[in-house]
């Protein structure tokens, strides 16, 4: 039975998360970036659903995630919000809407919010961004915060490889967990650092700590979905468990209808009227 078919409801809030941690219970999240899948991933009971700016990569085809604009966040973001009941929809402000100014940062998360109907927003970095974080949690919108590897400043790093092993970056990444609890995050993603960096980070800030490639020791877990569930097939990190090989069932399918067709197996008379 779905979680949908369960006859009420409760939504995730940013505070459920909170009493999560408070207890022990790890939370779940995934990425989605469109009404289909949205409504799988919610119905099957994942607790955050991510708009995640990696639909630059896994939906548009883009290397990098730094191409995808506002306006096409929001048109994700659109359409998941459309199918989710009971997940939080988290969405991703996309590389230049942020960085500028806080004025341009509230604007931009304003329009997340108002157009796509998400009930928060994930920004990329710490101190340097803490006026934009400031003015957008003033003006009642949750933010979640995302340290480590932060894929917008990919060219700033040069490589995907892991962030803060050296002891200033790992000591600036601390600083920076500590600053967005400060400020009022209610949560904070940790990309790809050591495991026993990302268990300090969520043993000394109180808000929910989600990890990617950050070890077992935070308070919840977050994929890519095209990753986990093997749409995508080149990229294999460590990290990365993939939970089915729908790439072979999908490419399996296709392949199946292209013969049926040639063979003139489909339609038959009753699927004909
Ligand atoms: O854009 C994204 O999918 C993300 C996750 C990798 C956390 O930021």
Redesign the pocket.
């Known amino acids: 039975m779905s979680v949908h078919q369960s006859s009420n409801i409760k939504r995730i809030t940013t505070h459920i998360l909170q009493e999560m941690k408070m207890r022990g219970e790890k939370i779940s999240?995934l990425?989605a970036y469109d009404y289909s899948m949205a409504g799988i991933v919610d119905a099957a009971g994942i607790d955050i659903i991510?708009v995640?700016?990696?639909?630059s990569n896994v939906m548009a085809g883009h290397e990098t995630?730094l191409p995808i604009t506002l306006d096409q966040m929001i048109y994700h973001a659109t359409s998941v919000v459309r199918a989710v009941k009971r997940a939080i929809v988290v969405v991703?402000i996309p590389f230049g809407s942020y960085q500028g100014n806080s004025s341009e940062a509230l604007r931009s998360a304003i329009r997340i919010m108002k157009e796509s109907g998400a009930h928060a927003i994930?920004v990329?970095g710490g101190s340097e961004i803490k006026e934009s974080v400031i003015r957008i949690l003033s003006a009642g919108v949750p933010v979640m915060g995302?340290l480590g590897l932060t894929?917008q400043s990919i060219y700033k790093f040069g490589t995907y490889t892991v962030r803060a092993k050296e002891e200033e970056e790992a000591k600036k990444l601390l600083e920076d967990a500590k600053l967005l609890e400060e400020c009022g995050c209610f949560a904070i993603?940790l990309?790809k650092i050591p495991a026993s960096l990302a268990k300090k980070v969520a043993e000394t800030v109180s808000i929910p700590v989600?990890g990617?490639g950050a070890g077992g020791h935070v308070d919840g877990q977050?994929?890519?979905i095209h990753d986990m569930l093997g749409i995508t097939q080149e990229f294999k990190p460590r990290f990365l468990r993939q939970y089915a090989d729908l790439q072979s069932i999908m490419t399996k399918a296709v392949q199946d209808y292209i013969k049926d067709v040639k063979d003139r197996d489909f339609p038959t008379e009753s699927e004909s009227y």
Request: no cysteine; net charge negative.
């Open positions: 999240m990425t991510l995640g700016d990696s639909a995630t991703d994930k990329e995302h894929p993603v990309e989600i990617i977050v994929l890519v």
